[in-house]
């Protein structure tokens, strides 16, 4: 990016380490209450309607077929933090830190025209790795969040193989809400950059998935 003509500053967002706690409490709060409307009575699947049962019955089965093991850890998590007597301790907290981070973020972007990052901590893992491991699952998002949680453009790029596994490594761009145009210029010129410096692009040499 200095190559290009870029100049590199580094950038202090205090709010970013509050980002990943701040992120599960809204999303699952979110999906609580989003996927509420799923009760299978107005469209989606149906199951257990063999005239028998309740319409709760037939909802809680619906429910229990139709959502996996994470929507549903999601949907506790979120039910229980909009529940009353937690709904300021949790989701009203979470809120708050959000617009923290977009402070953060509009701070940042009065020194700079566009922030570089990561995109993950780790290079792609495999598929069923950490199934079992919800908090390593959630880990993987640290670097995309703060940018989610503000709303602003945000694009990745490889920028290089680990020389570990020879998996790609992802560059977050990141440009203010509604400046895609600078998002995509600045992402263009970077890949261009990468493609005139391998000769081709980058993933023809990423190993086969």
Same mark, same amino acid.
């Given at each position: 990016?200095?190559?290009?003509?870029?100049?590199?500053?580094?950038?202090?967002?205090?709010?970013?380490?509050?980002?990943?706690?701040?992120?599960?409490?809204?999303?699952?709060?979110?999906?609580?209450?989003?996927?509420?409307?799923?009760?299978?009575?107005?469209?989606?699947?149906?199951?257990?309607?063999?005239?028998?049962?309740?319409?709760?019955?037939?909802?809680?089965?619906?429910?229990?077929?139709? +959502?996996?093991?994470?929507?549903?850890?999601?949907?506790?998590?979120?039910?229980?933090?909009?529940?009353?007597?937690?709904?300021?301790?949790?989701?009203?907290?979470?809120?708050?830190?959000?617009?923290?981070?977009?402070?953060? +973020?509009?701070?940042?972007?009065?020194?700079?025209?566009?922030?570089?990052?990561?995109?993950?901590?780790?290079?792609?893992?495999?598929?069923?790795?950490?199934?079992?491991?919800?908090?390593?699952?959630?880990?993987?998002?640290?670097?995309?969040?703060?940018?989610?949680?503000?709303?602003?453009?945000?694009?990745?790029?490889?920028?290089?193989?680990?020389?570990?596994?020879?998996?790609?490594?992802?560059?977050?761009?990141?440009?203010?809400?509604?400046?895609?145009?600078?998002?995509?210029?600045?992402?263009?010129?970077?890949?261009?950059?990468?493609?005139?410096?391998?000769?081709?692009?980058?993933?023809?040499?990423?190993?086969?998935?």
């Amino acid at each position: 990016m200095r190559g290009l003509g870029a100049e590199i500053v580094e950038l202090d967002c205090p709010s970013f380490d509050l980002a990943l706690s701040a992120y599960y409490l809204i999303a699952p709060s979110e999906a609580s209450s989003n996927l509420a409307r799923f009760d299978a009575m107005r469209y989606g699947l149906r199951v257990g309607d063999d005239g028998t049962k309740s319409a709760e019955e037939v909802t809680a089965l619906t429910r229990e077929a139709g +959502f996996g093991d994470e929507v549903k850890r999601r949907i506790i998590l979120g039910t229980y933090a909009l529940s009353s007597g937690y709904y300021d301790a949790y989701y009203g907290s979470a809120q708050k830190v959000r617009t923290l981070i977009t402070q953060d +973020f509009e701070k940042a972007f009065e020194k700079v025209d566009v922030i570089v990052s990561p995109t993950t901590p780790t290079t792609a893992f495999p598929i069923g790795e950490r199934a079992d491991d919800p908090m390593a699952m959630y880990l993987a998002d640290l670097c995309t969040i703060p940018t989610n949680l503000a709303g602003n453009a945000a694009m990745s790029l490889p920028c290089g193989l680990a020389p570990e596994d020879g998996m790609p490594v992802g560059l977050q761009i990141i440009a203010p809400a509604m400046k895609d145009d600078r998002l995509y210029k600045v992402g263009a010129a970077v890949e261009a950059a990468f493609v005139e410096k391998w000769g081709h692009p980058l993933l023809e040499e990423a190993p086969s998935l």
